[in-house]
């Protein structure tokens, strides 16, 4: 059975950084399309990063250059690294795997078969 717990949001200030982890069970990260997926206060869902299997990894505009996604094969954990954080990065985020694994790195947040419950990242002054 396919998990995913996701760990590490909290509070920050404008300019502040945070880590998010997901523990993944039931499946193997490193063989996997793999993705973080947000939703804002009153919004849908936002594609924000992604890795496929053969470690290649995408970012959405708004975050490229601050955030950073990575995966430890051997915990069987994905990662994001959030730098230089900004108001509008306030939401859930969510892990996510993809039903297939391939080349292409989906940016559609409904085309994620597995989800997590989401960790709350806050940030405001």
């Known amino acids: 059975e396919v998990e995913l717990v996701e760990s590490g949001g909290g509070w920050v200030q404008p300019g502040g950084s945070l880590r998010l982890s997901c523990a993944a069970s039931?499946?193997?990260?490193?063989?996997?399309?793999m993705a973080w997926i947000r939703q804002a206060p009153g919004k849908g869902l936002e594609w924000v990063s992604g890795?496929?299997?053969?470690?290649?990894?995408r970012y959405a505009n708004s975050v490229a250059g601050r955030f950073r996604i990575s995966r430890d094969n051997a915990k069987n954990i994905l990662s994001l690294q959030m730098n230089n954080l900004k108001s509008e990065d306030t939401g859930i985020y969510y892990c996510?795997?993809?039903?297939?694994?391939?080349?292409?790195?989906?940016?559609?947040?409904?085309?994620?078969?597995?989800r997590g419950q989401g960790t709350q990242v806050t940030v405001s002054s």
């Open positions: 996510a795997k993809h039903e297939r694994r391939s080349g292409l790195i989906s940016t559609s947040p409904e085309s994620y078969t597995y």
């Open positions: 039931g499946f193997f990260v490193g063989d996997s399309n």
């Open positions: 890795v496929n299997s053969g470690a290649n990894t």
